[in-house]
């Protein structure tokens, strides 16, 4: 059984519609990226999968085989969907430990705890009384890892971790990834950089207007069909 | 000493300022919602301690051990029952009914009390001071109050630095959206400020209602006190909030001292002052509480 599958996901703002009809399935352990150009909706379904959208049906979206499409953000992370969300967005007022215990405030089991989190980005231990926003670009991204981590999530999603950051910085993230993957957390990563995108996960799936265009493991994918799915040319 | 009395005098009632505004400025922090029935809810408080001392024959302070949970209950009822549902769109909306409900509790007051004059009675308190010298003497009434509004407020910092709930309130502040994905009800977090704000403004009516006369009407010019205490301590610190009440108090006292018809437009002209000269207020705190 698949620990999150999405059943022709119709979701969007408002009138706009942004999804139309995506059907993925992720099983537990794995780790999926979803790559695709800017506009091709990868936000709007982490968005949506973590309960900030709803989607047009409750049934489009279940977990451990319940639909979880009806329910509040907050339950879901309760239930074991953690988000990385797009920007970072450190809690500005919070200094960097108070944000690592906003991120475990749904007090969920597992093996994440600030200790563990400051292994995995020593930095962030250094700094821990700093203010969030005293933080560089990496740090914070690092900082954001760790808060959803400190939700002790069964399946993580990450929105863009390399969004703005300098390559080098990107690499001491994506090394994070293998001690995230040995817990057995599932995860799901948006990725615009494709070659990052292929080394870090077992699966791909490429979106392009807010439909799923292609879907392979990154050894069975040649650069043509890439290029189709990805731009459509 | 003249002058030296005038001003502890003064700064003393600021204590009271201080107690008006903080409820005010915990909601403004963490929603964002300016209270416009503020002041009635300081009135209201003044009431309810009424009824329960006349039920229970009990003195004004004692009757704190009612008013307090009971208004606490009302703004955890009327949060979610009522303000959760103007927030999120435009700002107009809160303001609105927050209006409206300040015409409705005054009117209600009106209905159940008549428009006659209030005080809650404890002469003990009233009239006791302490002589610091020959010509200055502390009321014990005032020094009462100017401590139990530091007590109020050193809790309140240290809830909202401390703990659980307070790290949820400020989070909640900064981003709302952001909260709720590690698990925040922003519904009950509201709920819980707007409950808090109202524990600690009845605290403030029952001991306004002590000092002074009171009658339903009087609200919206105990709003206006304390919007100044906010904009003057700046928006979103509660010690500024403190500094800010005993700057409107002693301006006031100072204002009287010339002219007893001077201590209201005192308090406004160095409000105003102060808005020309540092509009951010005097501790500001950009983001968050």
Same mark, same amino acid.
């Given at each position: 059984m698949s620990l999150l599958r999405t059943n022709g996901l119709v979701a969007g703002y408002g009138d706009f519609q942004?999804?139309?009809g995506v059907s993925l399935s992720i099983d537990e352990g794995e780790t999926i990226a979803i790559i695709g150009s800017n506009g091709a909706g990868k936000t709007t379904l982490l968005k949506t999968i973590s309960g900030l959208l709803r989607p047009r049906h409750p049934t489009d979206i279940e977990f451990e085989g319940t639909s979880i499409g009806s329910l509040e953000p907050e339950q879901i992370v309760a239930r074991g969907i953690a988000m990385v969300p797009e920007g970072r967005r450190?809690?500005? *007022? =919070?200094?960097v430990e108070d944000n690592l215990r906003m991120g475990g405030y749904c007090r969920r089991a597992g093996p994440w705890t600030l200790e563990r989190v400051y292994q995995l980005f020593p930095i962030l231990g250094e700094r821990?009384?700093?203010?969030?926003?005293?933080?560089?670009g990496g740090q914070q991204q690092m900082l954001a890892i760790g808060r959803a981590l400190m939700a002790n999530p069964r399946l993580l999603l990450c929105d863009e971790? *390399? =969004?703005?950051?300098?390559p080098i910085v990107i690499r001491d993230i994506y090394a994070a990834m293998p001690g995230i993957r040995a817990e057995g957390t599932t995860m799901l990563i948006v990725e615009q950089d494709i070659n990052r995108a292929f080394a870090a996960s077992d699966r791909v799936y490429c979106m392009q207007k807010g439909k799923i265009t292609l879907e392979g493991r990154p050894s069975g994918l040649t650069r043509d069909q890439i290029k189709l799915a990805y731009f459509g040319i | 000493m003249y002058w030296i009395n005038t001003v502890v005098q003064g700064a003393l009632v600021g204590g009271l300022y201080a107690l008006f505004a903080t409820g005010l400025s915990l909601m403004f922090g963490v929603?964002?919602?300016?209270?416009?029935a503020h002041g009635d809810f300081i009135v209201m408080s003044a009431y309810l301690a009424v009824v329960v001392m006349g039920l229970l024959g009990v003195d004004p302070l004692s009757s704190l051990a009612i008013v307090v949970p009971v208004m606490f209950g009302i703004g955890y009822v009327l949060q979610r029952g009522l303000l959760n549902f103007t927030l999120?769109?435009?700002?107009?909306r809160p303001l609105l009914v927050t209006f409206g409900l300040s015409v409705v509790i005054q009117n209600g007051l009106l209905e159940l009390f008549s428009a006659d004059s209030r005080r809650l009675q404890l002469p003990w308190l009233e009239t006791a001071s302490v002589r610091i010298g020959d010509q200055l003497a502390i009321g014990l009434m005032p020094a009462t109050v100017f401590v139990v509004a530091v007590v109020v407020i050193a809790a309140l910092e240290l809830l909202l630095y401390w703990t659980t709930l307070g790290r949820a309130f400020r989070a909640t502040a900064d981003d709302s959206d952001t909260a709720r994905l590690y698990g925040v009800n922003n519904r009950y977090i509201y709920a819980m400020a707007t409950a808090i704000a109202l524990g600690v403004v009845s605290i403030a009516g029952v001991l306004f209602g002590i000092r002074t006369i009171f009658d339903p009407t009087i609200g919206p010019a105990r709003l206006l006190y304390a919007f100044e205490v906010v904009i003057i301590g700046g928006l979103g610190s509660l010690w500024g909030t403190l500094i800010g009440g005993v700057i409107l108090g002693v301006a006031q006292a100072v204002g009287a001292a010339f002219d007893p018809s001077w201590d209201t437009l005192a308090g406004h002209v160095v409000f105003l002052l102060i808005l020309l000269v540092r509009p951010q207020g005097l501790i500001p705190k950009t983001v968050g509480l």
């Open positions: 942004a999804l139309f450190p809690f500005p *007022s =919070l200094n821990r009384f700093a203010q969030s926003q005293a933080l560089s971790l *390399s =969004l703005g950051l300098a | 929603m964002r919602i300016i209270n416009l999120g769109g435009d700002i107009l």
